[in-house]
């Protein structure tokens, strides 16, 4: 049997948002790791998500967009699906899940109409909706100061949660995750100084391994988007790459557009 059909929408909207209680979370990104169809169907969902932000960021196009959307119905669903409606992001995507065609309606949806949009601000816009929105817990559970943090953010409690993250890096500045969280929280509420100050702490933290800080500061620069933001994060993302350090793939790829 597909385990994939024992979740819904509303349970994938409740896993993103951090509302989903710890036993099924648990069973729900189990079932993440061994059904590829479940996986596939929440990264559809976010992409859609991220994707009809993208729509009201540009609500001066919508109605080139529902046109295309009428003529993509009388094309994909012989006019046997009633045509999707803009007055609701969630009807839309859900009703676009539920769809036969729903990859065939994204390619062509995103081909029409975000082409002209493909630069780097709007691939940051769509970076911090399909993988800052939502935080994940380490996996030894630990109910620490922390992890309280985490579960504050994913419940979009944003002014408890960086009261958290900069109580744990006050008392441990060694703690990269720590400065790393506040400085998303910064940025996912639009405290771009304050989240750049973050990110500029922990891309000087060089002793590690692992370090998403110029990549981060990069998005950030990008999503204030004032006179000369572009220029300077276009200049960090080229460092990311020659560095080859955490976000060189999705730097690589933004450079190229």
Request: proline residues 2%; neutral net charge; contains cysteine.
């Amino acid at each position: 049997m597909d385990e994939s059909k024992h979740f819904n929408m509303e349970q994938i909207e409740s896993y993103l948002s951090g509302d989903m209680p710890s036993e099924e979370k648990l069973r729900f990104e189990a079932n993440l790791e061994s059904d590829t169809k479940l996986s596939e169907l929440l990264h559809i969902y976010r992409t859609i998500d991220a994707e009809m932000h993208n729509t009201e960021k540009y609500s001066s196009r919508e109605a080139d967009l529902r046109n295309t959307l009428q003529q993509l119905n009388a094309v994909y669903f012989k006019s046997e699906v009633p045509v999707i409606q803009m007055s609701s992001r969630k009807q839309w995507y859900r009703a676009v899940m539920s769809a036969a065609a729903v990859f065939v309606l994204m390619l062509a949806g995103y081909s029409l109409f975000f082409k002209s949009s493909s630069n780097t601000s709007a691939l940051a816009d769509r970076y911090v909706k399909e993988n800052l929105l939502h935080l994940s817990l380490t996996m030894d559970g630990a109910k620490d100061s922390l992890q309280q943090g985490i579960a504050a953010y994913n419940k979009k409690a944003y002014a408890q949660a960086i009261q958290l993250f900069e109580a744990v890096y006050k008392a441990h500045p060694d703690n990269s995750d720590a400065i790393k969280y506040a400085g998303i929280t910064y940025l996912v509420t639009k405290a771009y100084t304050k989240a750049l100050a973050c990110f500029d702490e922990l891309a000087a933290k060089k002793e590690l391994f692992s370090n998403p800080g110029m990549f981060l500061k990069a998005v950030t620069l990008l999503q204030r988007d004032l006179q000369g933001d572009k220029e300077q994060a276009e200049q960090l993302l080229q460092q990311v790459v020659n560095e080859k350090s955490d976000g060189s793939k999705e730097a690589a790829r933004w450079l190229k557009k």
